[in-house]
């Protein structure tokens, strides 16, 4: 089992900047990916990007590229959404997701939310007009 602690969500005025983070614990030689998602109210928990555990190769959504930076710090074992411009249509509630080495992979599974296999339980972003 892996268990996600995030952290770092809060409110910001548009165009400022947050740094969110997710701390895996338990069985960590198991992931592969780690990923974020976020949920804006009213709407489906939508991919933001994800980073593979080993390689940190990086994949992101269309809507943050150019904006958004996730990155993995070996040392903490702790990853990273550093998150720049932001925008009022960022405004979700944050997820940290992981998902396992012995994990199937079919198509774009890190799009899809059943793609991962560990979730945190979220952290809230607000960005103000």
């Known amino acids: 089992q892996v268990r996600l602690v995030e952290s770092g969500g809060g409110l910001v005025q548009t165009g400022g900047s947050l740094r969110l983070s997710c701390a895996p614990s338990?069985?960590?030689?198991?992931?592969?990916?780690v990923g974020w998602f976020r949920q804006a109210p009213g709407k489906q928990r939508e991919f933001v990007a994800r980073?593979?555990?080993?390689?940190?190769?990086?994949v992101y959504a269309d809507s943050v590229k150019d904006r958004f930076t996730i990155s993995r710090d070996n040392v903490n074992n702790t990853a990273y959404l550093q998150m720049n411009s932001l925008r009022p249509e960022d405004t979700a509630v944050y997820y940290c997701?992981?998902?396992?080495?012995?994990?199937?992979?079919?198509?774009?599974?890190?799009?899809?939310?059943?793609?991962?296999?560990?979730w945190g339980q979220g952290t809230r972003v607000t960005v103000s007009s």
């Open positions: 997701s992981a998902k396992s080495v012995t994990s199937s992979f079919r198509g774009d599974w890190w799009r899809q939310n059943d793609g991962w296999d560990y």
């Open positions: 338990g069985r960590t030689s198991s992931i592969f990916a």
């Open positions: 980073i593979n555990w080993a390689s940190s190769r990086t």
